[in-house]
């Protein structure tokens, strides 16, 4: 059994990150502010990729009568790393 590095871990780990948020962003600006819907079992993921990719927190509020959370976040482009 090979051990991973903790290069591969990260790389690994930063593919998932990209996955998840590839299906959050604008696919023709991904820097635009996050709005979209997510399944309450992906919070914690989801969190994790917006942050890492906008360096922003997203905010997940419910939506009535539905089975997924609305989620919305500044973006990159309006955040702390942004493009000021």
């Known amino acids: ?3 991973k590095t ?3 871990l990260m790389n690994a780990k930063r593919i ?5 948020f590839n299906k959050l962003c604008d696919p023709h600006d991904w820097k ?3 709005d979209c819907t997510c399944r309450p079992e992906d919070v914690n993921l989801v969190r994790e990729a917006v942050v890492y990719f906008t360096a922003t ?3 997940f509020s419910t939506i ?3 089975n997924v959370l ?5 973006g990159y482009r ?7």
């Not at 998932?16 to 998840?20: D, R």
């Not at 609305?70 to 500044?74: I, T």
């Not at 309006?78 to 000021?84: C, F, L, N, V, Y």
């Open 70 to 74: 609305q989620v919305r976040a500044l």
């Open 32 to 34: 635009a502010p996050i």
């Open 16 to 20: 998932q990150l990209e996955a998840v």
């Open 78 to 84: 309006q955040g702390p790393a942004g493009d000021h």
């Open 6 to 8: 903790n290069q591969e």
């Open 1 to 3: 059994m090979k051990i």
């Open 57 to 59: 927190e997203p905010a």
């Open 64 to 66: 009535e009568g539905a």
